[in-house]
């Protein structure tokens, strides 16, 4: 496996998965664009890095390394010129970790069956992007705010997730999200459990055992062809021109419920 190979395997987006992308018999550009457009999320989360021609110095520290921060970010379509994008930073102990990332500064709000482009313009190199976004959906069951009765659960094993088809959707993707309170020497705390999935039909059975209170957060994704040829037929790049990576787009659907 070649050094640009792993430099992509390491510097993956948590979106959604793991990722394989091809690897490379020659270095044709500079800059890696991974971006996920999407729809009814407050604050974009996006990654620009540059490529290395050293797999020592890949070899020996963060991804923030390579994390270029001077990029100028244009997000545009017939409607819609923005470019208020800013460098976000988490503190993390970790030598290894991914801390830095392109975020909105101001609201952006963004719309299902939509064409975006984005243009990047880093150290005279200039990278496109297109993708359109699926078509709207919504979750049918649960319903937003219900409540389920722990014993319920119990008894019957399992929570069955509906949704609307999206109809320009390549398929679908669901996190869950399991915050409880938990009892532990006379003190009691909240715990987070988390599960994803990948599906192409609109019906998911849960059946992660559940023992405790607490609440639930439930997030399905329709994602767009782009994301498909990426992730699925493995295709590298993917809506990108000028680097490497992705512009894939999704939208965005999610509801709580209630576990007493």
Known sequence: MNYLLKLLLFLLLFTFGCEIP???LNKKFQYSLIFNLTV???NQEFYIYRLVDDELEFESGSPDRYFERSANILLNNDELSFNSFIVKKIPNNSIFSRTLSYTNSNELILKPSTNYKINVSVNDIIITG????PADFNIISPANNSTIKL???QNEGSIIIKWQKSLTAKGYIGQISQHFYREWQDTTYEALENFEFI???TTFIYTDFINSTGTMEINIFAYDENYHNHFIEKIEPTGVE???GYFVSSVKKSI???IE
């Open 256 to 258: 709580k419920i209630n």
């Open 40 to 42: 009814n999320q407050e």
């Open 22 to 24: 091809n690897e490379y």
């Open 151 to 153: 014993t319920d659960l």
């Open 242 to 244: 000028g680097g490497y």
């Open 130 to 133: 297109n993708t359109k976004t």
């Open 199 to 201: 599906i192409q039909d």
